[in-house]
């Protein structure tokens, strides 16, 4: 049985892009209202399927609430994610009106690193902001089942601390002409992301479900790994309770219990996925997708693939080409916090 890494094996299957685009520093009383990321996707990151925000606290306090849901306190190390995009206020002391986030936009996407100072003339709280831009497919594994706000604190890690003061020093570097600093925070957003998954996924509590959680289970995660790393293995329910190193019974229950669907509906659905992912990657032909995905015939594939996608590969592969099949922007919950108000206005 080959050592399970499932996540690393879901994170060789998703395209990710990082990106760090604020660093702030400010003083009490202070707050941010930021839309959602399907109103700013199409700007930041248009290449992406959806984006994952999230914030970085260096120094100071802070709250994060996303609406409908409790709040979060922040400490220093804490890096708080928002997994589907949510509309979230960030702030830190008493303040009645939020800034609207947006406001910035117009210097995010002139490419530089934003460098936001003010406040009142209470505690300093400083924060750097990144976002991860990947394919649609990733809502279905490392992000399934994830609150919509969430925290892990790095300097519990070796790891995490040293990622943490290589984009601090980065993002200080504001008068520096060497080249290439984008490009490095961009690969150190992408680290940032992947650490925080593996701490979050390391705490989680025993009764949680999602797809973290199979991943860490000893018994369900060497299956995902397997299932992940040969696609095209002609996998039955007795083979992967062979890789999860229990009895079938016991192994489809798990799987059951922690996932929702069964062991060979999850196969089926992920075979789908990653052809869909290379069909648009790929300049391969739809029967060498088929049979690179576990399918037998391409006639097999193509049925199959339109009962997911309600359209056969080459029309879909046509449709992505042109930039006109995307995914749905993910809901979000209604305000019922009487705490700080959005407004327009600083």
Request: aromatic share 8%.
């Amino acid at each position: 049985m080959s050592e399970s890494d499932p996540l690393s094996e879901a994170l060789r299957s998703v395209r990710l892009t990082g990106a760090i685009f604020l660093e702030a520093e400010l003083g009490a009383p202070w707050g941010f209202a930021s839309p959602p990321t399907s109103a700013t996707a199409h700007l930041l990151a248009p290449t992406a399927d959806h984006l994952v925000l999230f914030h970085l606290l260096v120094e100071g306090r802070a709250t994060a609430r996303v609406q409908g849901y409790d709040s979060l306190p922040l400490e220093p190390g804490d890096i708080v994610v928002l997994p589907r995009g949510d509309a979230h206020d960030l702030w830190n002391g008493s303040i009645s009106e939020l800034t609207d986030a947006s406001a910035l936009l117009p210097k995010i996407l002139e490419g530089a690193l934003v460098s936001e100072r003010g406040g009142g003339r209470g505690s300093i709280t400083k924060f750097i902001c990144g976002y991860i831009g990947c394919e649609r497919h990733a809502q279905r594994l490392f992000l399934a089942g994830l609150p919509p706000l969430f925290k892990a604190n790095i300097r519990r890690e070796a790891s995490g601390e040293w990622l943490e003061s290589s984009i601090r020093y980065l993002a200080s570097e504001r008068s520096s002409s060497r080249a290439g600093r984008t490009a490095l925070l961009a690969k150190l957003a992408e680290a940032l992301f992947i650490e925080t998954l593996r701490l979050y996924m390391a705490e989680l509590p025993q009764d949680r479900r999602g797809w973290l959680a199979a991943a860490r289970d000893p018994a369900v995660g060497n299956a995902l790994a397997a299932v992940h790393r040969e696609p095209a293995q002609a996998w039955t329910v007795a083979g992967l309770a062979k890789q999860a190193g229990v009895s079938r019974s016991v192994f489809a229950a798990r799987f059951q219990t922690l996932l929702g669907e069964t062991p060979l509906a999850y196969v089926a659905r992920w075979r789908i996925q990653l052809g869909a992912r290379l069909l648009e990657t790929t300049d391969d032909s739809v029967l060498q997708i088929a049979l690179a995905v576990g399918y037998e015939s391409e006639a097999a594939f193509n049925r199959a693939f339109k009962r997911a996608f309600d359209l056969p590969p080459a029309r879909y592969r046509r449709g992505r080409a042109r930039g006109a099949t995307t995914s749905g922007p993910p809901g979000t919950a209604h305000r019922t916090s009487r705490e700080p108000t959005r407004s327009h206005r600083r």
